[in-house]
């Protein structure tokens, strides 16, 4: 039996080694379009990979058929990765609940799963891009430019369009249209997103602790706390990236896609009134800059005054009542209209791909294709961050590789 796997990032070299293990006498060859394996991995979690998260929420993932998506997470757990990790020598330690190696290298991870498929005996063709799947009578041919080749079986895991320079080509997209397979529209996932005539662009480079929630068409959706990041062209941060996919998706169809911002998150409304209150008329007199700047970055607090229409250089204790409120507004609830995203060039994954109906979700063989499974970022499913995509490529892998 001859195995044709495209794609060596993570769910394709996981998928090799489980088909190898499960059948060492099968030919398993792996095809990649860089000159070496995971590249994308190297880039996790700034380089230290963050390869999955103990806290488990269906709630975490997204897409069209989210039953399918739990369905195939329950067959190879978090847990099922930590014991997978250990048993490739890979030792791990936990910040909370999030999965690091424990040399905080990604390079570990690659490099563990590159000796794994060596010492296995799987084929791996680097600096051969997969340019076409065609259906064989014997089975699949996969063609490169220097030659083709014949399997009985093949693996598509060639990942998503997501960030090209580290390999995001979507070239798995492209193979799921030809053979007819359902695609579920492509769009960026945890990725920055721009704001019109963006109030925060003098405050670029500076971060600070806040919430930032969705709204689409004047509906507030999810919510995150954590570090904003902001830019010149707009905001950024782990905690953006966690609800942009539904903006994303909002632009897409052409709804109304703002995020308003809450800069004291663990405040309320109240208690943020009695602080400024408390500050601008019962301390020394000062300006209402240096006021701020017991609250927020300089340049934070410059864009609030700003935004609020108050002079900064002006006195503290001069500033009325109704300044105050209009200030308190804008740090709980400061809108922002998004007018786009950064696009596939920087984002970390995509939403959407082929469709989970196209697959067995005990299997991941294709209900049309037998002999074909597909597995990781080309499929319809994406999680937040926090090491729950590669856990899903993991899973994918695990289950294409035990079955093929």
């Not at 703002?258 to 300006?287: A, G, I, N």
């Not at 240096?290 to 609250?295: D, L």
Request: hydrophobic content about 35%.
């Amino acid at each position: 039996m001859k195995i044709g796997i495209i794609g060596g990032g993570a769910s394709g070299m996981m998928a090799a080694i489980s088909a190898k293990r499960k059948n060492p006498q099968y030919e398993v060859h792996i095809f990649e379009r860089n000159e070496i394996l995971g590249r994308k991995i190297n880039a996790t979690g700034n380089g230290r990979c963050n390869f999955t998260n103990l806290c488990f929420d269906k709630n975490f993932y997204f897409g069209e058929e989210r039953d399918r998506i739990l369905s195939i997470l329950e067959a190879f757990s978090p847990n099922d990765t930590l014991d997978f990790f250990n048993d490739l020598g890979v030792l791990y330690h936990l910040k909370d609940t999030y999965a690091y190696p424990r040399s905080e290298q990604a390079a570990t991870v690659v490099d563990a799963f590159t000796q794994e498929l060596n010492h296995l005996g799987v084929v791996l063709h680097c600096n051969a891009a997969v340019t076409a799947v065609d259906r064989t009578k014997q089975g699949y041919c996969l063609r490169t430019e220097q030659q083709n080749f014949f399997f009985d079986k093949i693996i598509i895991a060639s990942g998503s369009k997501a960030n090209p320079k580290l390999s995001g080509y979507g070239d798995g997209y492209l193979f799921g249209k030809k053979l007819g397979l359902q695609i579920v529209p492509v769009l960026p996932a945890l990725v920055q997103l721009v704001v019109a005539n963006n109030p925060l662009k003098t405050a670029a480079k500076t971060r600070c602790y806040a919430r930032v929630t969705s709204v689409i068409d004047q509906q507030e959706g999810d919510s995150h706390k954590g570090e904003l990041q902001i830019t010149d062209y707009g905001i950024s941060g782990i905690l953006v990236f966690q609800i942009s996919r539904h903006i994303s998706k909002a632009l897409w169809e052409k709804k109304r896609a703002s995020v308003l911002l809450d800069f004291m998150p663990e405040y309320t409304k109240e208690e943020v009134l009695r602080l400024l209150t408390k500050y601008f008329y019962h301390s020394r007199t000062t300006s209402c800059e240096n006021v701020m700047a017991g609250f927020f970055h300089r340049k934070v607090g410059k864009v609030l005054l700003k935004q609020s229409g108050i002079d900064g250089n002006k006195k503290n204790t001069t500033i009325s009542k109704k300044d105050l409120e209009v200030l308190l507004k804008n740090i709980k609830e400061m809108k922002l209209t998004i007018t786009d995203t950064k696009g596939f060039d920087s984002a970390q994954i995509c939403q959407g791909g082929i469709s989970l109906k196209e697959i067995n979700p005990q299997t991941m063989e294709s209900y049309q294709y037998p002999g074909l499974y597909i597995t990781g970022e080309v499929l319809d499913a994406d999680g937040i961050c926090g090491g729950y995509n590669l856990q899903w490529a993991w899973a994918t892998g695990n289950l294409a590789g035990r079955n093929v």
